[in-house]
Each structure stands twice: as C-alpha cells, then as structure tokens.
C-alpha cells in the first residue's frame, strides 16, 4: 500500500493569488499524479509528475496555471496560480504502487 | 470526449437489496478497470478492479462483471448497508499505469435502513 498525506486539507483564498499543495508519499514512486474533483464531479486528471523531468499536462491544463515540482522520489507540490472562482475544486495526489492507485484526502480549495 | 460513462448518476436501495452500477468505455487500449469508493472528505479508495482476460471478479459482497465485446462493466453490491452509503466511481486506465486513470463521472449510492 502507499500512504499519502496532502497539505493542506482545506483552504480558502482570495482571487488571484497562488496556493500551492503539497504531497508526501511513505516510500519511493516513479511517477506521482495530480488530479482535480470539482463540486460533484469526477476526477480529471491535471498532471504526471516525474522526478528529474518536467510535468506531463494533459490537454485543458497548463504549466504556467498549474507549475508542479518534483525534487525527490517521495515528494510533490502543485500550485494553481492567479487563482479564479472557477479554480474551486478538490486536489488530490495520487500514485500507482502494483496495480493500483492510492489517493490522498485531497485539498479542499475555495476561491473568493 | 468522455471515455469512460457512467450511470446512473444516483441510486437509493433499501437495505438488503442490490445495487448495480454500470460503465462503459472507449478506449480499448485500457486493460485495467477499477472501481473506487470515496466517503465525504476523503480521497477515494480502491474497491475491487478487473482486467478484461475474466468476465467476473468477486470480493465479498461486491462484484465486478465485465463484457469485453460491449466495452462495458458494472459494479454490483450484494445486500447493500447503509455503510456502503458512498460515491462511487467507475475507472479505466492500462495495466502498467493504475495511477494514471480515466473516471467516470461517479455515481451516488444510498442505502436506506
């Protein structure tokens, strides 16, 4: 299993400043993912974060909006910049250990 | 374009009785399919997954059936509780890459005492 704590839980923050998140993993990963939850919705995922390479986007998100770093192998941060109303949503980590994947409790973000 | 669907958008289910959930996908390169259960605050947890070589997985209460032909699967729960009051979410993702998965748009299921 993985055990993945995010920081931090919750937040609320004023429209166009930056928040960035960070994600500890218990033991060493190749990749680490981040992924949004809007209010009620599904999880889209944002980015693939590799230690020692830039981000993979997916399609819809970008690296100025959405800078992640990944200095070690057990460790991630992921910020949303210039933050809008619409960038309300939870963020969660998440990494693939086997064949499965292991999400943190998420990062509840409110932008006012 | 959403690849993976997922119905129905909500469920309620007496105690005791049967839930069923259904997805389907489009992409066939996906060889692994997931089910996860998340819990208000929480992050969602792996629940059961299948790999399209089976029709059927069984845990428990919970089982997965699988048609390769249809690009379909769902997600059943026998003799649903009140516990299992939750959102549910179907995923698909390949075998390699479990992290990196496509949801489907969720599903929220109450049991009723």
């Known amino acids: 299993s993985a055990v993945i704590s995010q920081k931090p839980s919750r937040d609320i923050c004023q429209r166009g400043t930056s928040l960035t998140i960070q994600c500890q993993v218990d033991?060493?990963?190749?990749?680490m993912f981040w992924y949004r939850q809007q209010p009620g919705q599904s999880l889209t995922l944002i980015a693939t974060?590799?230690?020692?390479?830039?981000?993979?986007?997916e399609s819809g998100f970008v690296i100025d909006k959405f800078p992640i770093s990944r200095p070690n192998l057990t460790f991630s941060t992921l910020t949303v910049s210039n933050m809008s109303p619409e960038d309300s949503s939870i963020y969660l980590c998440s990494v693939g250990r086997d064949t499965e994947a292991f999400f943190g409790q998420g990062t509840r973000l409110t932008v006012v | 374009q959403q690849q993976v669907k997922q119905s129905p958008q909500s469920l309620i289910v007496q105690k005791g009785g049967i839930s069923i959930i259904n997805c389907a996908y489009e992409n066939t390169a996906f060889d692994y399919f997931p089910w996860y259960q998340q819990f208000p605050g929480k992050g969602p947890a792996l629940l059961i997954a299948?790999?399209?070589?089976?029709s059927e997985k069984k845990e428990g209460r919970f089982t997965i059936s699988f048609n390769k032909s249809a690009k379909q699967f769902s997600l059943h729960i026998m003799d649903s509780q009140p516990g299992d009051s939750a959102t549910y979410f179907c995923a698909a993702s390949m075998w390699t890459n479990a992290g990196k998965s496509t949801f489907g748009d969720g599903t929220t299921l109450t049991v009723k005492p």
């Open positions: 033991s060493q990963v190749t990749m």
């Open positions: 974060a590799n230690q020692g390479s830039e981000a993979t986007y």
């Open positions: 299948i790999r399209p070589d089976v």
